[in-house]
């Protein structure tokens, strides 16, 4: 028995051991034993929640599944994984990737023994959707980027096939099934398409065949192709389903690889309009050479659609730095049978029949393409019936073809041709275009391109065209081109200087307008060269070239030569033509038929240089020279027209010289002779100011001289105008040609002008490009500051109805401002003016006028006076009148008031030959809507002024006092009075003597004024009031006047004394108290007059007393009576109380003068036996009774009333007698 003491390291050494075997065996079985149990249970409520927050944080997925089963020994098991999309663009689609089923399967020996880990992944109902926004942000940005792996060597094409079959795949074979695709589009949150594919199914499998291994992948098969479904969704396109049958193989080792694949078209519901079934038939092929580091990809004869077949060579570099070798390329398309398969809606065009054909060979695809050394490039294409539509514009081509071949050239670069034809084109549209038949061709030699520009090209290129016939409309405008050739030559440079050449000959060139004129008809030939030109891309303004332009048509010829520098320009413009021809569809009939526009030769020449073109003030120098040859127009000719016209200066100081000499110059059968004017113009737009300067140096000798600046401190306007035109001489006859009326009499015509002085309250600015801006109220403040002086000299004017001669004539006036007033004055002199009327003429010598103006800068509101003075010292009438003027004054003065009434507080006009004086004062109310005229005047006449020996002998004064009032400027009202001072008038030739003529006539007239016309008016006409009341208001209301006559002789009575009351009133004439001494006896009474011309009326009471007759009988008697003009009657009575014998046979024989009647018959016989006591006459509805009582033996005799005595023969006897009446309407 072992001792406690031996046993104890035993015991040690068994818990030592215990514990060994627990760390090693138990403790990684019980990790192991929970291992499985954990990868058995990951979908338990208390594995999976810790599983997938750690997975989100590793990757920044957010996923899910349903359920999870990891066997070690055989196997994984995933069912419903779910990776969500993320949260902006959840709503959607709020899953990304969704997998039914997820297996992979593995066993001990190929975890241990290979060749593979996985004998099989296979992946079932697999969907995944990609979200876009329009707004840039899609389901794969918004996802959590990985950490970047260290950066690696990139292997080349050839090299990564090779590089992952290498070794054995961790794969053996990979199934997948039921998978879709969907691309969803998003707008501002809203899904506005929606498309998915469905179907898809492949088998991937990795062999390892004679040791080495190969990927063999199917989607579908030859006899069994996969189908798949295309689908469109959207709330705005209609539901669109496409069925489509696929079948690719892929076959690839680590040298080489082939696919085939085989897409066709079952059914679709997109657009019933597409009838496409086969899409894409073909094969390819690739072999990796990975000492050489490229892979050559052989394309088979592929066939797209039905219309193009293709077939390459290419090889593909490893070096992305080297380029794409297409050693091989073929590409034949049918145009036609390409567009068939296309909606007609859809389609560009439409040609009846199209091909095109590419054959490429050693092509470099670098960035700019080059041949091999036996490269070649070709295209061709052929068109037939091409017709386009777009808009209002079609297009019809009937055939085209177009042939390009591009080849190395012999020493470097390329040679390249490109050739075209066409027939038959034909464009309908806003601008239509007809071209039967052209061809061109377009060579490049040696042409080498910039490997960095594309555009940049060094070499020789030439462009040659011909276009047979060319007709071209637009607008209603139609050119028609016969032979028209193109030839452009352009030696290209990789740096400049560059040259272009340009010649474009035209055989025949036809335009005609919209109006049917014919414009242009002839050869054009036009010419291009440019040199030296250094263009700037960046900066094309700053670009230098030369140029020059050549063009002729017909028989103009015209060039231009223009250098351009960084910032200048220099030119050269010419042109000649012998004539005006090919302007004369351009002028209109008139103006041709006056210009001679066939004999006009024209020769320009024009040179210049513009500077500092782009700085902010260019610079413009130019001489330009226009020589005319043989103008005409009308009979107006010249041997030669000169015109020179230069300016320098820049945009804002700029002058200007105009220089004009005519040669030759002949008007009709005038000759004028050389006419020589040169003229100045200096512009400086900073101030702003401006001069014009004119100077005759040859023929007509004149000058004017205007210079204008504005102040913008105090905005005024300051000029200085000085011109002197001296008489025209022959040269007014030209005027006429300038539609001058003839009247105008121009020949001795002269006109000096000095005008100086600042203008004010006008304008508020003048900007320096010349823009004029006006004052608010520029009426308001408009005031001038200065004098202005004018003489002219041979003024005239004569046709049928007036001619007026004014030999010379001052006018000096001057302008002041004086705070808010303005005053401007007028001084106007003429020595002499004649008028002549149809019949008479009048000459004025000695004129003068003075005129002054007073206003005020706020002329509505204040006060405006004018004060004028004009006198004239005689004035002479042809034929003479007995009336002398000498003398003659006008003044007077008138003031308009604020409130629109113009005062004229004295207006004098007189003649001093004559002592006539017309005063008159009053004013003129047109204010708001008032028309009112009050006037108050005289007009005094010495009468002894008058007086001519042998026809006139005259004294005493004559005077009119007057005044004139009217409320409305209608209606007027005149009340008169006229005065006679001691009047006495002698008339020897008609035998009349008027002595002591003393009285005071009143005179009432009114009368209306209406459309040009003067209507007396009544007194009811213009107040009916005085006619209710005339009783008791006419002592009120009548005005009384006296007449008294010393005597008046006559040749046929004698009237002395003569008194009485003469009054006029309106028509109405009347004389009252009328005393008068004729033949002995007295004659009193009174008688009134109602003046209506046919209709007048008198009326008259009167008594004689002592009267002798012609035959020396005494006469006494009385008659009251009413003469009636209208009714050719006399109504009344008459008694006369003596009466001689002869005197009463007189009155027989004005009712009875040729004795018929038995009545009056018997008192002719009576008064042979006795004398007449008693006669009473009686006058009644224009009959007369003639009661007659006979004293001595004729008392015996029975004597009866002579009665029905008609008054109308008497009272037509009486119309006759006054001219005046008879005459009247």
């Given at each position: 028995?072992?001792?406690?003491?031996?046993?104890?390291?035993?015991?040690?050494?068994?818990?030592?051991?215990?514990?060994?075997?627990?760390?090693?065996?138990?403790?990684?079985?019980?990790?192991?034993?929970?291992?499985?149990?954990?990868?058995?249970?990951?979908?338990?409520?208390?594995?999976?929640?810790?599983?997938?927050?750690?997975?989100?944080?590793?990757?920044?997925?957010?996923?899910?599944?349903?359920?999870?089963?990891?066997?070690?020994?055989?196997?994984?098991?995933?069912?419903?994984?779910?990776?969500?999309?993320?949260?902006?663009?959840?709503?959607?689609?709020?899953?990304?990737?969704?997998?039914?089923?997820?297996?992979?399967?593995?066993?001990?020996?190929?975890?241990?023994?290979?060749?593979?880990?996985?004998?099989?992944?296979?992946?079932?109902?697999?969907?995944?959707?990609?979200?876009?926004?329009?707004?840039?942000?899609?389901?794969?940005?918004?996802?959590?980027?990985?950490?970047?792996?260290?950066?690696?060597?990139?292997?080349?094409?050839?090299?990564?096939?090779?590089?992952?079959?290498?070794?054995?795949?961790?794969?053996?074979?990979?199934?997948?099934?039921?998978?879709?695709?969907?691309?969803?589009?998003?707008?501002?949150?809203?899904?506005?398409?929606?498309?998915?594919?469905?179907?898809?199914?492949?088998?991937?499998?990795?062999?390892?065949?004679?040791?080495?291994?190969?990927?063999?992948?199917?989607?579908?098969?030859?006899?069994?192709?996969?189908?798949?479904?295309?689908?469109?969704?959207?709330?705005?396109?209609?539901?669109?389903?496409?069925?489509?049958?696929?079948?690719?193989?892929?076959?690839?080792?680590?040298?080489?690889?082939?696919?085939?694949?085989?897409?066709?078209?079952?059914?679709?519901?997109?657009?019933?309009?597409?009838?496409?079934?086969?899409?894409?038939?073909?094969?390819?092929?690739?072999?990796?050479?990975?000492?050489?580091?490229?892979?050559?990809?052989?394309?088979?004869?592929?066939?797209?659609?039905?219309?193009?077949?293709?077939?390459?060579?290419?090889?593909?570099?490893?070096?992305?730095?080297?380029?794409?070798?297409?050693?091989?390329?073929?590409?034949?398309?049918?145009?036609?049978?390409?567009?068939?398969?296309?909606?007609?809606?859809?389609?560009?065009?439409?040609?009846?029949?199209?091909?095109?054909?590419?054959?490429?060979?050693?092509?470099?695809?670098?960035?700019?393409?080059?041949?091999?050394?036996?490269?070649?490039?070709?295209?061709?294409?052929?068109?037939?019936?091409?017709?386009?539509?777009?808009?209002?514009?079609?297009?019809?081509?009937?055939?085209?073809?177009?042939?390009?071949?591009?080849?190395?050239?012999?020493?470097?670069?390329?040679?390249?041709?490109?050739?075209?034809?066409?027939?038959?084109?034909?464009?309908?549209?806003?601008?239509?275009?007809?071209?039967?038949?052209?061809?061109?061709?377009?060579?490049?030699?040696?042409?080498?391109?910039?490997?960095?520009?594309?555009?940049?090209?060094?070499?020789?290129?030439?462009?040659?065209?011909?276009?047979?016939?060319?007709?071209?409309?637009?607008?209603?405008?139609?050119?028609?081109?016969?032979?028209?050739?193109?030839?452009?030559?352009?030696?290209?440079?990789?740096?400049?200087?560059?040259?272009?050449?340009?010649?474009?000959?035209?055989?025949?060139?036809?335009?005609?307008?919209?109006?049917?004129?014919?414009?242009?008809?002839?050869?054009?030939?036009?010419?291009?060269?440019?040199?030296?030109?250094?263009?700037?891309?960046?900066?094309?303004?700053?670009?230098?070239?030369?140029?020059?332009?050549?063009?002729?048509?017909?028989?103009?010829?015209?060039?231009?030569?223009?250098?351009?520098?960084?910032?200048?320009?220099?030119?050269?413009?010419?042109?000649?033509?012998?004539?005006?021809?090919?302007?004369?569809?351009?002028?209109?009939?008139?103006?041709?038929?006056?210009?001679?526009?066939?004999?006009?030769?024209?020769?320009?020449?024009?040179?210049?240089?513009?500077?500092?073109?782009?700085?902010?003030?260019?610079?413009?120098?130019?001489?330009?020279?226009?020589?005319?040859?043989?103008?005409?127009?009308?009979?107006?000719?010249?041997?030669?027209?000169?015109?020179?016209?230069?300016?320098?200066?820049?945009?804002?100081?700029?002058?200007?010289?105009?220089?004009?000499?005519?040669?030759?110059?002949?008007?009709?059968?005038?000759?004028?002779?050389?006419?020589?004017?040169?003229?100045?113009?200096?512009?400086?737009?900073?101030?702003?100011?401006?001069?014009?300067?004119?100077?005759?140096?040859?023929?007509?000798?004149?000058?004017?001289?205007?210079?204008?600046?504005?102040?913008?401190?105090?905005?005024?306007?300051?000029?200085?105008?000085?011109?002197?035109?001296?008489?025209?001489?022959?040269?007014?006859?030209?005027?006429?040609?300038?539609?001058?009326?003839?009247?105008?009499?121009?020949?001795?015509?002269?006109?000096?002008?000095?005008?100086?002085?600042?203008?004010?309250?006008?304008?508020?600015?003048?900007?320096?490009?010349?823009?004029?801006?006006?004052?608010?109220?520029?009426?308001?403040?408009?005031?001038?500051?200065?004098?202005?002086?004018?003489?002219?000299?041979?003024?005239?004017?004569?046709?049928?109805?007036?001619?007026?001669?004014?030999?010379?004539?001052?006018?000096?006036?001057?302008?002041?401002?004086?705070?808010?007033?303005?005053?401007?004055?007028?001084?106007?002199?003429?020595?002499?003016?004649?008028?002549?009327?149809?019949?008479?003429?009048?000459?004025?010598?000695?004129?003068?006028?003075?005129?002054?103006?007073?206003?005020?800068?706020?002329?509505?509101?204040?006060?405006?006076?004018?004060?004028?003075?004009?006198?004239?010292?005689?004035?002479?009438?042809?034929?003479?009148?007995?009336?002398?003027?000498?003398?003659?004054?006008?003044?007077?003065?008138?003031?308009?008031?604020?409130?629109?009434?113009?005062?004229?507080?004295?207006?004098?006009?007189?003649?001093?030959?004559?002592?006539?004086?017309?005063?008159?004062?009053?004013?003129?109310?047109?204010?708001?809507?008032?028309?009112?005229?009050?006037?108050?005047?005289?007009?005094?006449?010495?009468?002894?002024?008058?007086?001519?020996?042998?026809?006139?002998?005259?004294?005493?004064?004559?005077?009119?006092?007057?005044?004139?009032?009217?409320?409305?400027?209608?209606?007027?009202?005149?009340?008169?009075?006229?005065?006679?001072?001691?009047?006495?008038?002698?008339?020897?030739?008609?035998?009349?003597?008027?002595?002591?003529?003393?009285?005071?006539?009143?005179?009432?007239?009114?009368?209306?004024?209406?459309?040009?016309?003067?209507?007396?008016?009544?007194?009811?006409?213009?107040?009916?009031?005085?006619?209710?009341?005339?009783?008791?208001?006419?002592?009120?209301?009548?005005?009384?006047?006296?007449?008294?006559?010393?005597?008046?002789?006559?040749?046929?009575?004698?009237?002395?004394?003569?008194?009485?009351?003469?009054?006029?009133?309106?028509?109405?004439?009347?004389?009252?108290?009328?005393?008068?001494?004729?033949?002995?006896?007295?004659?009193t009474g009174q008688w009134l007059l109602d003046w209506q011309g046919k209709q007048s009326t008198l009326e008259a009471r009167v008594r004689a007393t002592g009267v002798k007759s012609s035959h020396g009988e005494p006469f006494d008697g009385n008659a009251a009576m009413v003469i009636s003009a209208k009714d050719r009657s006399i109504n009344g009575r008459a008694e006369i109380l003596r009466i001689g014998n002869r005197h009463l046979l007189d009155l027989l024989d004005l009712e009875d003068p040729r004795h018929v009647d038995p009545a009056t018959n018997r008192v002719r016989y009576a008064l042979s036996l006795g004398y007449p006591e008693h006669v009473r006459v009686s006058f009644n509805h224009g009959f007369g009774s003639l009661s007659i009582t006979m004293g001595g033996l004729a008392k015996l005799i029975s004597i009866n009333d002579i009665r029905g005595i008609p008054m109308g023969p008497i009272v037509d006897q009486l119309i006759k007698s006054i001219p005046s009446l008879e005459a009247t309407p």
């Amino acid at each position: 028995m072992e001792s406690p003491r031996a046993e104890r390291p035993r015991r040690r050494w068994a818990r030592v051991f215990a514990g060994v075997v627990l760390l090693l065996v138990v403790l990684p079985a019980l990790v192991l034993l929970g291992a499985v149990v954990v990868l058995h249970n990951l979908d338990h409520p208390w594995v999976k929640p810790r599983i997938l927050p750690r997975v989100e944080a590793a990757t920044g997925l957010s996923l899910d599944y349903q359920r999870a089963h990891v066997a070690i020994l055989s196997g994984l098991r995933l069912e419903g994984l779910v990776v969500r999309t993320p949260a902006p663009l959840h709503a959607a689609a709020p899953e990304l990737l969704r997998v039914g089923t997820l297996e992979a399967q593995w066993t001990l020996d190929s975890l241990l023994n290979g060749p593979t880990l996985l004998e099989r992944v296979s992946a079932r109902d697999v969907a995944v959707t990609l979200v876009a926004d329009d707004a840039g942000p899609t389901s794969l940005t918004l996802l959590t980027q990985p950490e970047p792996l260290p950066a690696e060597a990139p292997l080349g094409t050839s090299q990564q096939l090779a590089s992952f079959l290498a070794s054995a795949p961790p794969v053996g074979k990979v199934e997948v099934s039921g998978v879709s695709l969907a691309y969803v589009r998003v707008r501002n949150g809203e899904v506005v398409d929606h498309w998915s594919l469905r179907g898809l199914a492949a088998l991937l499998e990795l062999k390892e065949q004679d040791g080495r291994w190969k990927v063999f992948a199917n989607l579908g098969g030859a006899g069994a192709p996969l189908p798949l479904e295309v689908r469109r969704e959207g709330p705005a396109a209609p539901l669109g389903v496409a069925a489509l049958e696929l079948a690719l193989s892929v076959e690839a080792g680590a040298e080489a690889a082939r696919a085939r694949v085989d897409l066709d078209v079952a059914r679709q519901s997109f657009d019933s309009r597409f009838t496409v079934s086969t899409l894409l038939h073909g094969a390819v092929s690739a072999r990796f050479d990975t000492e050489k580091r490229h892979t050559v990809i052989e394309l088979e004869r592929t066939r797209l659609t039905d219309s193009a077949q293709v077939e390459a060579l290419v090889v593909l570099p490893d070096a992305a730095e080297v380029p794409v070798f297409v050693t091989r390329a073929l590409a034949d398309v049918d145009l036609g049978g390409l567009l068939q398969a296309i909606p007609a809606e859809w389609r560009p065009l439409v040609l009846e029949q199209g091909k095109a054909h590419l054959d490429a060979r050693d092509v470099s695809l670098s960035a700019v393409p080059t041949l091999g050394t036996q490269g070649k490039l070709g295209l061709d294409v052929d068109v037939t019936a091409v017709r386009m539509v777009q808009d209002a514009l079609q297009v019809a081509l009937g055939s085209g073809r177009v042939s390009l071949v591009a080849t190395p050239d012999s020493k470097q670069g390329l040679s390249a041709q490109l050739a075209f034809a066409l027939q038959a084109l034909a464009v309908d549209g806003p601008t239509t275009l007809r071209v039967p038949k052209a061809q061109g061709e377009l060579k490049g030699h040696q042409l080498r391109p910039e490997p960095s520009s594309p555009l940049m090209l060094a070499g020789d290129a030439t462009l040659s065209a011909m276009v047979e016939a060319l007709d071209v409309s637009a607008s209603g405008v139609r050119a028609k081109a016969e032979r028209l050739g193109i030839q452009l030559r352009a030696p290209l440079a990789r740096e400049p200087p560059f040259a272009l050449s340009a010649d474009v000959p035209v055989g025949a060139l036809q335009v005609v307008l919209a109006d049917g004129r014919e414009v242009l008809k002839g050869p054009v030939h036009l010419k291009l060269d440019a040199s030296e030109v250094f263009p700037l891309l960046d900066e094309p303004r700053l670009s230098r070239a030369r140029a020059r332009v050549t063009l002729d048509v017909g028989a103009v010829h015209a060039s231009l030569d223009a250098t351009k520098g960084p910032e200048d320009v220099a030119f050269t413009l010419t042109a000649q033509t012998p004539d005006l021809a090919v302007a004369r569809p351009f002028l209109p009939n008139e103006v041709a038929a006056r210009l001679g526009w066939k004999d006009l030769g024209v020769d320009l020449t024009s040179k210049g240089t513009a500077t500092a073109l782009f700085s902010p003030t260019p610079r413009w120098d130019h001489r330009t020279e226009l020589r005319l040859t043989r103008p005409a127009w009308d009979d107006v000719t010249a041997s030669t027209i000169a015109v020179v016209t230069s300016s320098r200066g820049d945009v804002w100081r700029h002058k200007a010289e105009l220089d004009v000499r005519v040669e030759g110059l002949r008007a009709g059968d005038l000759e004028v002779g050389t006419q020589h004017q040169f003229m100045t113009f200096d512009v400086d737009r900073r101030k702003p100011a401006v001069r014009l300067v004119v100077t005759s140096k040859e023929g007509l000798k004149g000058g004017v001289d205007v210079a204008l600046a504005f102040d913008r401190k105090t905005r005024a306007l300051r000029g200085d105008v000085t011109a002197d035109l001296p008489p025209l001489g022959p040269l007014s006859k030209l005027l006429a040609r300038f539609h001058v009326p003839a009247a105008v009499d121009a020949s001795k015509f002269a006109l000096k002008l000095d005008v100086h002085g600042t203008l004010f309250g006008v304008f508020k600015d003048i900007t320096s490009e010349g823009q004029v801006r006006l004052m608010p109220t520029p009426l308001r403040g408009v005031g001038f500051e200065g004098t202005a002086v004018m003489d002219a000299l041979g003024v005239r004017w004569r046709d049928d109805a007036l001619s007026l001669n004014l030999p010379a004539v001052h006018w000096r006036i001057e302008s002041h401002i004086d705070g808010p007033r303005r005053s401007v004055h007028g001084d106007l002199t003429a020595e002499k003016l004649t008028v002549g009327l149809q019949d008479r003429r009048f000459t004025f010598a000695d004129l003068s006028s003075d005129t002054l103006f007073t206003f005020s800068d706020k002329w509505e509101a204040d006060d405006i006076e004018v004060k004028q003075d004009l006198k004239a010292r005689t004035l002479e009438q042809k034929p003479a009148l007995p009336y002398p003027v000498q003398d003659l004054t006008l003044a007077f003065t008138a003031t308009r008031k604020a409130s629109g009434v113009i005062h004229v507080p004295d207006l004098l006009l007189s003649n001093g030959g004559t002592s006539t004086e017309l005063k008159v004062r009053g004013r003129l109310d047109l204010s708001e809507e008032r028309r009112r005229l009050a006037l108050r005047g005289q007009l005094a006449q010495d009468l002894s002024k008058l007086a001519q020996p042998g026809l006139l002998e005259s004294s005493g004064k004559v005077a009119v006092e007057f005044r004139v009032a009217s409320p409305d400027l209608v209606g007027f009202r005149t009340f008169s009075s006229l005065l006679f001072q001691n009047v006495n008038v002698r008339l020897p030739p008609q035998g009349i003597v008027v002595e002591a003529l003393d009285g005071n006539v009143p005179l009432t007239e009114n009368f209306q004024f209406t459309e040009g016309q003067v209507r007396l008016l009544d007194d009811i006409d213009v107040n009916p009031y005085p006619m209710l009341r005339f009783a008791d208001q006419h002592p009120l209301l009548s005005r009384s006047g006296f007449v008294s006559v010393a005597r008046i002789t006559t040749p046929q009575v004698s009237i002395s004394p003569l008194a009485g009351n003469l009054a006029i009133d309106q028509h109405v004439v009347s004389m009252t108290q009328l005393e008068m001494g004729v033949r002995g006896g007295r004659i009193t009474g009174q008688w009134l007059l109602d003046w209506q011309g046919k209709q007048s009326t008198l009326e008259a009471r009167v008594r004689a007393t002592g009267v002798k007759s012609s035959h020396g009988e005494p006469f006494d008697g009385n008659a009251a009576m009413v003469i009636s003009a209208k009714d050719r009657s006399i109504n009344g009575r008459a008694e006369i109380l003596r009466i001689g014998n002869r005197h009463l046979l007189d009155l027989l024989d004005l009712e009875d003068p040729r004795h018929v009647d038995p009545a009056t018959n018997r008192v002719r016989y009576a008064l042979s036996l006795g004398y007449p006591e008693h006669v009473r006459v009686s006058f009644n509805h224009g009959f007369g009774s003639l009661s007659i009582t006979m004293g001595g033996l004729a008392k015996l005799i029975s004597i009866n009333d002579i009665r029905g005595i008609p008054m109308g023969p008497i009272v037509d006897q009486l119309i006759k007698s006054i001219p005046s009446l008879e005459a009247t309407p």
